[in-house]
């Protein structure tokens, strides 16, 4: 038998626009709103049902399958707690940023656990060529801090290889932000000249320099309000920098030529494949420039290790370069992409794609349709093991992979506990353990 809810807490819930629903300690769904019942009731009753069976079709807690359960955290802190996860929603599977607040009486004592949906990723119009894609657990992880820092003024730098999609994600987050309806900027750093980077960041009035026969306005300018995408940010040379800092720090500029110093509004992503903190070390890169933009650091997982998200990427894909004809996939063609290991990621996978259908000529992909570069990728020094080769200790080969992961990973202890999936002291016993061998 489960609580009643008093009508007043109905009334109220239905009130929002959201989709909201209130649960108890058990996972049960005791009342949905309006809002859910159009999103995820699919016309049944929801009263009763478990939550993870209606979101997720599990047919076990979500924190016993894996995922971060918003309400097992908020019952454990006796606080609110927001996730982001893959929900089945009346448009198919979605990603869903999960609100759990904790609903107190008087004595201070959690009754309820109100829950509150926001998708994310719906394309907007015309916006279908920018759609992220992808429901794997490293992606969903970068699609969570992308959301959580979208609603804030900080920096964001955007790290991973070549071809991971770092201006797409920056996209996601101007259009997650207060300033989604403010342009976006982007500007690629790489082989920018003083001049022009002065240029093209400021603007300049008429006759400030030979051929300047007209004044015009620059990215800092045009930008206003929104969002400015710095890609390859390591590629600036040291002489430029210091006027990204001047920007960065003053929030003011002026025009090349002009002399009325002019706001600057803007909220700033930038990208690097490069390792700043090496070029920091090394001197080719300022120290105080490096903290003014890795306020937020987000990694962008390569497609190697998202490899399940590749047959939707296929889909999507091929639905963008040839929207005319319904392409299919053998399954030998697509056990051979699952092979690859992808060094150029998923602009590597478009590529090789947008070739194959140069080369098809009828509306099946085939594997020899495909020209797969046989160049290696960045792998880790942890490769995979022959049997035939090498029988390892489990426990030596944990100890070996947690030496490389510090070795090479750019965060913090936090943050890669986090990625490892254990706790920050389960990290540092497990280190100490390695470095006293």
Known sequence: MHAKVPNDLLNLLDSFPDPKILLDGQYHILAANNAYRREFGHDRKLEGQYCYALSHHYDKPCDQAGETCPLRASMESGEPSRVLHVHHTSAGRDHV???????????????????????????????????????????????????????????????GESGTGKELVAHAIHNMSPRASAPFVALECSGLTETLFES?????????????????????EAVRGGTLFLDEVGDIPLSLQVKLLRLMEAGTYRR??????????????????RDLAEMVREGTFRQDLYFRINVFPIQLPPL????????????????RLDPVRKIKLSKEALDRLMQHDFPGNVR???????????MMDGNTLQPHHF???????????????????????????????????????????KTLAERLGISERTLYRKLREVESE
Do not use: C, Q
């Open 304 to 319: 190697r290790e998202r490899m399940e998200d590749l047959p939707m990427l296929v889909d999507t894909l091929l639905a």
């Open 371 to 413: 020209y797969l570069d046989t160049m290696k990728g960045r792998r880790s020094d942890i490769t995979a093991t022959n049997p035939s080769e090498e029988i390892a200790p489990l426990a030596s080969l944990e100890k070996r992979y947690l030496n490389w992961a510090a070795a090479n990973f750019e965060g913090d202890r």
């Open 97 to 159: 940023e999960v609100e759990m607040v904790p609903v107190k009486n008087g004595a201070g004592k959690a009754v309820y656990y109100m829950e509150t949906m926001h998708t994310l990723l719906r394309a907007r119009d015309g916006a279908r060529e920018r759609e992220l894609v992808g429901y794997s657990r490293p992606f969903n992880r970068m699609l969570e801090l992308a959301k959580r820092v979208a609603a804030h003024e900080s920096s964001v730098l955007l790290l």
């Open 256 to 273: 090349i030529g002009g002399v009325e110093p002019l706001r600057a509004d803007f909220r700033l992503v930038a990208a690097t494949h």
């Open 200 to 220: 093209e960041m400021f603007g300049h009035e008429k006759g400030a320099f030979t051929g300047a026969v007209g004044s015009k306005i620059g990215l800092v």
């Open 348 to 358: 590597e996978l478009r590529n090789v794609l947008e070739r194959a259908l140069i």
